[in-house]
């Protein structure tokens, strides 16, 4: 089965950088699409990133010129570049991805477990 692994989140102090990883394994003949989501206490969970095969990116106006998305397609992973982060971007990050089966090409979507970013002096 297919499985997203989560990394990179953790404590770091406003104006600070995190890179989150999110690599996808397992019986996978393609990915469509990866990206990254947020959800802080109390709010909606929110589009942060996306990046679709073939290289076209999304990205959420909060986030627009602090954050860069990228994938290696050949290790089925993307990465999150944070820059300039404040406390309003304290949420937990979840992982996207949207491909297809090795054995049968049928198209799957799954969520990783998510992981805790916290940006705090």
């Known amino acids: 089965q297919v499985q997203l692994v989560e990394s990179g989140g953790g404590l770091v102090q406003p104006g600070g950088s995190l890179r989150l990883s999110c690599a996808a394994s397992g019986s996978i003949s393609s990915i469509n699409a990866m990206g990254w989501y947020r959800q802080a206490p109390g709010k909606q969970r929110e589009l942060v990133a996306r990046?679709?095969?073939?290289?076209?990116?999304s990205y959420a106006e909060s986030v627009k010129g602090r954050f860069t998305i990228n994938m290696d397609n050949a290790k089925n992973t993307v990465y999150l570049q944070m820059n300039s982060l404040k406390p309003e971007d304290t949420a937990v990050y979840y992982c996207?991805?949207?491909?297809?089966?090795?054995?049968?090409?049928?198209?799957?979507?799954?969520w990783g477990q998510g992981t805790q970013v916290t940006v705090s002096s």
């Open positions: 996207n991805a949207d491909g297809a089966y090795t054995n049968n090409y049928r198209r799957w979507n799954l």
């Open positions: 990046f679709t095969r073939g290289g076209s990116t």
